[in-house]
């Protein structure tokens, strides 16, 4: 597995550095060239620099697993890339000169948008190379994962409510049992915010931070894990480590907000308030979470795939020895 892991990283990262590139040099000549703020409601670009990147990992691996990918440049490919890119600066140079009156080209902008990605991903791999692998149907869970925050930011209000309740619960018990009341801890059933107040930070915990994002990411991990793998474990198996994974993803989250929490306190002694806030918000705030719920989710996967391997050439060795000579 581990093997499988590193040689899909490699190709997911080749197959990513074109995307990547054009999407950066894009962005940039739309903000700062065209002066345009376009994007989709309710996110902002931070909210898939993980989150995109891990999903690719994780459909390139389970491509890998069932037929390994050869990578080899599309000419074909990479000459609609370069004319969809080309439509794509030609329209938005139209957008920015348009009247205010007109209404914006929204179907035409996704769908060149979309060409431009789609396309760059194909650079190396083939479409029908992608739809051919048995494993393609993983392509759901990878798309899950990406679009993750705008799916469960705007949808599933009840299961928030319990994940917060749980999480002001723990994070309260942790601060007055380790930290002796000396931060307060307090949920706002209007504002629907945990907050975690400090005498040098006053941190509110709102329906990005309550636990669901760990909770959907490994739901959604695990539904391809369940793919690829699904004939190594039986189906009472798959159900108990899918509980003990929830649960361990929702620890992961709560020790997730003591460190938040206790390195904003930490910056913010150490530093002046500007600095420490903006480091504070563009590193340990925005990608922590992630850095923790990956380092995580690899360690249970490699166990959980370790433990049924070890228990499946048991069971085989057990079976062998009951054979008559």
Not at 2 to 30: C, D, E, G, W
Request: with cysteine.
């Amino acid at each position: 597995m581990k093997q499988n892991l590193i040689s899909s990283l490699k190709k997911a990262f080749l197959i990513l550095f074109i995307p990547a590139i054009q999407l950066l040099a894009l962005r940039l000549y739309l903000h700062y060239g065209l002066k345009l703020r376009i994007g989709f409601r309710g996110t902002t670009d931070y909210d898939y620099i993980l989150p995109v990147p891990t999903a690719f990992l994780l459909f390139v691996y389970c491509l890998d697993t069932a037929k390994p990918l050869v990578l080899k440049l599309q000419p074909r490919v990479l000459t609609f890339n370069l004319i969809s890119v080309s439509l794509f600066l030609i329209l938005n140079h139209f957008i920015s000169t348009m009247p205010p009156h007109l209404a914006f080209p929204s179907a035409a902008w996704g769908t060149l948008l979309a060409a431009v990605i789609l396309s760059s991903l194909c650079l190396w791999v083939s479409p029908q190379t992608y739809f051919r692998n048995p494993n393609f149907s993983t392509v759901l869970p990878a798309l899950l994962i990406a679009f993750l925050f705008p799916v469960y930011m705007n949808s599933f209000e009840e299961i928030f409510r319990v994940f917060s309740l749980a999480t002001t619960f723990m994070v309260k018990t942790i601060f007055t049992v380790f930290f002796r009341q000396s931060v307060d801890v307090s949920y706002s059933i209007t504002d629907k915010v945990l907050s975690l107040k400090h005498s040098l930070l006053h941190l509110q915990i709102g329906k990005g931070c309550a636990g669901m994002e760990s909770a959907f990411l490994f739901t959604f991990v695990y539904l391809a894990f369940l793919t690829v793998h699904h004939k190594i474990l039986g189906v009472k198996k798959w159900i108990l480590f899918y509980g003990v994974g929830i649960a361990m993803m929702f620890f992961t989250n709560i020790v997730r907000i003591v460190l938040l929490f206790w390195s904003g306190v930490g910056l913010r002694s150490w530093l002046s308030f500007e600095v420490a806030t903006s480091i504070f918000k563009a590193i340990a705030h925005t990608h922590l979470g992630w850095v923790l719920y990956g380092v995580t989710g690899i360690l249970y996967f490699r166990y959980l795939y370790l433990h049924s391997i070890t228990r499946s050439n048991f069971e085989s060795f057990k079976s062998e020895e009951m054979l008559p000579a």
